[in-house]
């Protein structure tokens, strides 16, 4: 299967705990994504990486939300010290830019199964 | 900013029934727009995108014109199956967004009855 893959699919942690969610896009996509989903809401937008480069975070939720592509392949998605309102699916989508292009405003994204986090 | 309203749900249909989720939009400039579909326990798909003004997207006999004067992008399919059963997400990306985030209606489940 060469779709976008999440790791863990669920996790169950207890407030005040460190959790890491990882992302493997799809293997020639150079644009990473992560968004946020709640119970009943659509996705919200958090992060996004061109290769390696983290170009905007500014929505990311508080500074306890950090994320990382090092080598611009998977990426890693921290949360640090848990809240309860934490408790969300996590979703991560890819994309390719169009050759030459300057806006990618029409290109599919790909998303992931997501990963499910309880924050007891 | 940039937002996105669907109907609320859910929209309980029988089986051969016609289908309308309604999605209006606020943006700048000139967004393409997408639907996006979750069948249970899965991901999020790609149904159909419009990138201009009275573009029609297409897939699966579901179909959305993009109006720009009545800033919508109305999702229609003209006989559903129980197969549709899902949650649909109309979404929206500005035309001067040069990194390709989405904005999210807040999905309108679907529940298809044989």
């Known amino acids: 299967d060469t779709g976008v893959s999440q790791d863990p699919r669920h996790k169950i942690t207890k407030r005040g705990q460190n959790v890491t969610f990882r992302c493997d896009p799809i293997s020639e996509h150079n644009r990473l994504y992560w968004y946020r989903q709640t119970l009943g809401q659509g996705p919200e937008f958090l992060t996004y990486f061109q290769n390696e480069a983290q170009l905007e975070k500014s929505r990311l939720l508080s500074d306890r939300f950090s994320a990382e592509r090092p080598k611009g392949s998977f990426s890693t998605l921290e949360i640090q010290r848990t809240e309860q309102g934490d408790s969300a699916m996590y979703l991560c989508a890819s994309s390719s830019r169009l050759a030459g292009a300057m806006i990618q405003s029409a290109s599919e994204q790909f998303f992931g199964p997501g990963t499910r986090l309880t924050v007891l | 900013g940039n937002s996105v309203t669907q109907m609320e749900g859910p929209v309980t249909l029988s089986e051969e029934a016609f289908l309308t989720i309604n999605c209006t939009y606020t943006a700048t400039g000139y967004p393409s727009l997408f639907w996006y579909v979750q069948y249970p326990g899965e991901g999020l798909q790609l149904l159909l995108k419009?990138?201009?003004?009275?573009d029609k997207g297409s897939n699966k006999g579901f179909e959305a014109t993009y109006r720009k004067e009545t800033t919508s992008f109305h999702l229609e399919k003209g006989s559903v199956q129980v197969s549709d059963s899902a949650v649909y997400f109309c979404?929206?990306?500005?035309?001067?967004?040069?990194?390709?985030?989405?904005?999210f209606g807040g999905g309108t489940r679907l529940m298809v009855k044989p």
């Open positions: 979404a929206l990306n500005p035309s001067n967004n040069a990194g390709n985030m989405l904005t």
């Open positions: 419009a990138t201009k003004a009275d």
